[in-house]
Every structure is written in structure tokens, then in C-alpha cells.
């Protein structure tokens, strides 16, 4: 089954629990009982997240960076709801090839961006991206990486396709922007293609478990096992890679990350980073300040 089939059969059973619980509270509890229940059907996972987001006050955090405030973890809390529903409930499972790549000969001497989404995610992530780069005539290509919860290291020859596809359009290396498990995925490639740090312009991580995350504790998938604190996969990727490597990297990270946590997880030596203060995972890829860091990086040398 498919990444985008498998969302859209969740997001059916959580219209009919909605559906169901709102039957039931509307029988017990008349018209605000039925209303009080459809919503907890559809979005009472909003309220077990909640306390996770208040909970990141109490972890460690980069040199240098404040304690969350709680206004902060509660707009953090609030965007990422919406960012979950725009992108599971809508832009993936029905939006996965809604925007076509933009990659051909027209695009030569105009370097291009290559988008890699993270876990249970496909391209219909990268939409809003690339409506945006379309706007400006940036070349782009976005991949669902595929099978969805395999091990990392088989997202290789895909990672490697795409980004020869934008070296030969362009003539470029291109810019890679990379969500939370897609920033592995790129680290895996190169060393699968001991590919030279050359090959590519810059890499912008998003909420990347570089060192691992305590979240993936939560599933069994290859790809999720990878991913845990310190696993023996994430230290041999390390021991694989130079410093020279590290330093085309910007790591985006957020203290009130949700998922990749504590934040600085989500940081490699060397790299530069970038806080994007009172943002969940999910929502670093709507933030403003990225898109702007990213078009910047395509304008430098």
C-alpha cells in the first residue's frame, strides 16, 4: 500500500470515529454533545500532544538557548496542529503529484533545489515549496521515498537519480532542503556513493535526528530503529563522514520540536544552524525564515 493510501485509510477511520462519537454524545447529550464528540473523534489527538510541548521546557537545550516559555510551547502546539491537518489530512494523501518537478534543459545555469521529506511523509510535503520556487524559476525535484518504512540506506540510488537529474538540467550542484529522516537519507547517500562533498552546493536540514531522536522509540520500522538516540546506524553513518562535509551543513532546529528531541539532536558538528524559536516539526517546513534561508543560499557562490 502505498504512503499516500496508507493516510488516506487513516484519515477515513478517524472520520468515522468522529462520526460515531458524535452519534453517541448526540443521543446522550443532545446537539452539544454530538458536536463536543465529532470533535474529539477528529482531533482529540491534539489534546495527548499538548503536555509533550510543555514537557520540552524541562529538556536540555543547545548552548546558549533559552528555556521555551509557555506561550511559546503553546503556539508551537497550535501551528503544529494546523500543519498536521494541512499535510496528512489534505496536501499528502490527496496532493502527492499535484505539483510536477521542474527539470529540464530550460532551467541550465539556474542551480536547482532537490526536497526530501522525513518519515511517514511523501512529496505532497514540498507543495507550498513548490509553488514558491515555480514563482521565481528555481529548478526543482521532490521525491516520495519509497518503500516508506524501509532502512534508510535504500533511499540511496533514488537520492542519487534526483540529484543527477538537476546536475545535468542545470549543469549545477544543487541545494538540498531536507525534512527530519530526509537529512539522513542524503548523509546515507553519500556514503553509499562516496559521493564528494562537491556534488552538492549546500544542505539545509529541517528538525533532522542527526543524533537520533527518544521519539523513535515509539515505532518498530527499520528506517524508525535507525533513527533512535545514538543508535549504532546513526554512529557508523558519523564515523563515515568528514568535517569538510559537516561544513556545508545548516542544521534548522527548535527547541519546541516535538519529535526530534531534545533539540539538540538535531545539530551536527561543524554545521551552521539556525533556532526557529516556538515552531513543532512539522511546522519548520511553512516557516518563513527557512524559505528566506534557502534563497539566500541559492544566490551565494
Not at 502527492?96 to 511523501?122: I, K, Q, S, T
Not at 515509539?218 to 543508535?231: E, K, T
Amino acid at each position: 500500500m502505498s504512503n499516500a493510501r496508507q493516510q488516506q485509510l487513516v484519515l477515513a477511520l478517524r472520520l468515522l470515529l468522529g462520526l460515531l462519537l458524535g452519534a453517541w454524545g448526540g443521543l446522550h447529550w443532545g446537539l452539544q454533545g454530538a458536536v463536543l464528540m465529532t470533535w474529539t473523534g477528529l482531533f482529540g489527538w491534539t489534546l495527548l500532544v499538548l503536555p509533550v510541548f510543555l514537557l520540552l521546557r524541562r529538556l536540555p537545550r543547545p548552548e546558549g538557548q533559552p528555556r521555551p516559555t509557555v506561550a511559546q510551547c503553546l503556539r508551537a502546539a497550535g501551528l503544529e496542529w494546523w500543519a498536521y491537518e494541512k499535510v496528512f489530512s489534505w496536501h499528502q494523501p490527496f496532493g502527492e503529484w499535484r505539483h510536477p518537478d521542474r527539470c529540464d534543459a530550460g532551467y541550465r545555469g539556474r542551480r536547482g533545489v532537490l526536497l526530501l521529506h522525513g518519515f511517514r511523509c511523501n512529496r505532497g510535503l514540498w507543495q507550498h515549496w513548490a509553488r514558491q520556487l515555480d514563482a521565481q524559476g528555481i529548478p526543482h525535484v521532490s521525491l516520495s521515498l519509497d518503500p516508506p518504512f524501509a532502512s534508510i540506506d535504500a533511499y540511496a540510488e533514488q537520492v542519487e537519480a534526483a540529484i543527477r537529474r538537476l546536475e545535468q538540467a542545470t549543469g549545477l550542484p544543487p541545494l538540498v532542503v531536507a525534512h527530519s529522516m530526509g537529512g539522513l537519507a542524503l548523509r546515507a547517500w553519500r556514503r553509499a556513493m562516496k559521493a564528494a562533498p562537491g556534488r552538492l552546493h549546500h544542505v539545509i536540514t529541517l528538525g533532522t535526528p542527526h543524533a537520533g531522536t527518544l521519539m523513535a522509540q515509539l515505532s518498530g520500522a527499520p528506517n524508525a530503529r535507525q533513527m533512535r538516540a545514538r543508535s549504532p546506524w546513526l554512529q557508523a553513518l558519523a564515523e563515515s563522514e568528514s568535517a569538510d562535509w559537516w561544513r556545508r551543513f545548516t542544521c534548522v532546529y527548535s527547541c519546541c520540536d516535538q519529535v526530534v528531541c531534545p533539540s539538540g539532536l538535531a545539530l551536527l558538528p561543524e554545521a551552521q544552524t539556525l533556532v526557529v524559536p516556538a515552531s513543532g516539526h512539522l511546522q519548520l517546513v511553512f516557516e518563513p525564515s527557512v524559505m528566506a534561508l534557502v534563497l539566500q543560499r541559492l544566490r551565494a557562490d
